[in-house]
């Protein structure tokens, strides 16, 4: 019952919002699970809590300003990248449509597979599985209610809202078992990094504004300088913002790059 071209819009998004997972998400992942598997082994569950959260913050630091800046350059990103052919101006308003509310999970599915990783180290397989048998469920009611009032947005919402509850319910049953997670200071950063980025987001947003206003958008040219000014200004705002709250994880990847 949806309208042509709902699904490829979907599947575009959806390739979008996993951009930034695979190219920070794996890698987070990939170097914190071999500590995590380490300190389980040892039954150093303080250490383990204090690695989970590490991991978090470093996810937050990149998926939540790549969320934002997502949201807020969506259709110009999707108009640089797949507006030609077949694929013409409604397209690319349906996909980025999609991606606004695709985005709003990126977070939390950056966040769980940390988590996830963790009930892995502990030897764990069961409750992550019982986790999304339910959270299965929640999606299907979600997307039933939803597709209704924001058609193949619903479903993108829907996904976003079932990756939150995911994450919510994977580390509100881990947090039992690990009573020593350094929450203050998790909570305290990632409110730090949202800060940063939604503030980075709001100067964007009124720069994409002026520089739209005369631009050409039939010339690759200036929509590759639109959004390549968009983006750099973003980034430079975000990384000034999150060293100057003092954001701990940022000197790690500052230590690490160099």
């Given amino acids: 019952g949806l309208a042509e071209g709902s699904i490829s819009a979907l599947n575009f998004a959806n390739k979008l919002m996993f951009l930034p997972f695979n190219l920070f998400v794996?890698?987070?992942?990939t170097a914190v699970f071999p500590s995590l598997s380490a300190l389980a082994a040892r039954e150093n569950h303080k250490e383990l809590g204090h690695t989970m959260v590490f991991g978090l913050n470093l996810i937050g630091i990149f998926t939540i300003p790549a969320a934002v800046g997502l949201f807020v350059l969506s259709r110009p990103i999707v108009r640089l990248l797949f507006e030609r052919g077949a694929f013409d101006a409604n397209s690319t308003h349906m996909t980025a449509f999609a991606?606004?509310?695709?985005?709003?999970?990126?977070?939390?599915?950056?966040?769980?597979?940390?988590?996830?990783?963790?009930?892995?180290?502990?030897?764990?397989?069961?409750?992550?599985?019982?986790?999304?048998?339910?959270?299965?469920?929640?999606?299907?009611?979600?997307?039933?209610?939803?597709?209704?009032?924001?058609?193949?947005?619903g479903l993108a919402l829907a996904n976003s809202l079932a990756?939150?509850?995911?994450?919510?319910?994977?580390?509100?049953?881990?947090?039992?078992?690990?009573p020593d997670l350094p929450e203050r200071r998790l909570f305290i950063n990632l409110g730090k990094i949202l800060a940063a980025s939604l503030a980075m987001g709001l100067g964007v947003h009124l720069l994409n504004g002026l520089l739209a206003a005369g631009m050409d958008f039939a010339s690759l040219k200036s929509q590759i300088w639109h959004l390549g000014l968009c983006m750099t200004s973003g980034l430079a705002v975000y990384l000034a913002l999150i060293m100057l709250l003092r954001v701990e994880e940022v000197q790690y990847v500052f230590d690490r790059i160099r």
């Fill in 26 to 29: 794996v890698a987070v992942n």
């Fill in 99 to 153: 991606l606004q509310f695709f985005v709003f999970g990126l977070f939390a599915q950056g966040a769980y597979n940390v988590i996830n990783r963790t009930y892995y180290a502990l030897q764990d397989t069961k409750t992550p599985v019982k986790i999304s048998i339910i959270v299965v469920v929640l999606n299907l009611i979600f997307s039933l209610i939803l597709i209704r009032h924001l058609q193949h947005g």
């Fill in 163 to 178: 990756a939150l509850i995911n994450m919510t319910l994977a580390y509100w049953l881990l947090r039992r078992r690990l």
